[in-house]
């Protein structure tokens, strides 16, 4: 069974950065498709960026593009996701996601069956 950590979360001010991570165990994740939601309080789940096995295809919501940057370390099995110049529209708990088989839409939760248990991410103004 594929077991997803995600960790990096915190309180910054706007226009800082943080790093997140999703770190894999039980299986490679290079392997997996890879999706980076995030959810406020009050809003549903969204998708905020994706990467297919072999690094092939990456996708970022329009709100995030510029500035999130999501990549892999093949030797930690590890997803990162990159954030810069953040918002406090970026609050949110961010969750990575995973899926063996192919992702048709990336933005939809239900393509997931691994998820993490979740990191807050807060942006003061």
């Known amino acids: 069974q594929l077991h997803l950590v995600e960790s990096g979360g915190g309180l910054v001010q706007s226009g800082e950065s943080l790093r997140l991570s999703c770190a894999g165990s039980g299986y490679t994740l290079d392997d997996y498709y890879i999706g980076w939601f995030r959810q406020a309080p009050g809003k549903e789940r969204e998708g905020v960026s994706f990467?297919?096995?072999?690094?092939?295809?990456?996708k970022y919501a329009d709100s995030v593009k510029g500035r999130f940057t999501i990549s892999r370390d093949h030797n930690k099995n590890t997803v990162y996701l990159q954030m810069n110049s953040l918002k406090p529209e970026d609050t949110a708990v961010y969750y990575c996601a995973a899926s063996i088989f192919e992702v048709v839409t990336w933005g939809d939760e239900h393509e997931y069956d691994h998820w993490g248990q979740g990191t807050q991410v807060t942006v003061s103004s």
């Open positions: 990467i297919t096995p072999r690094d092939a295809t990456i």
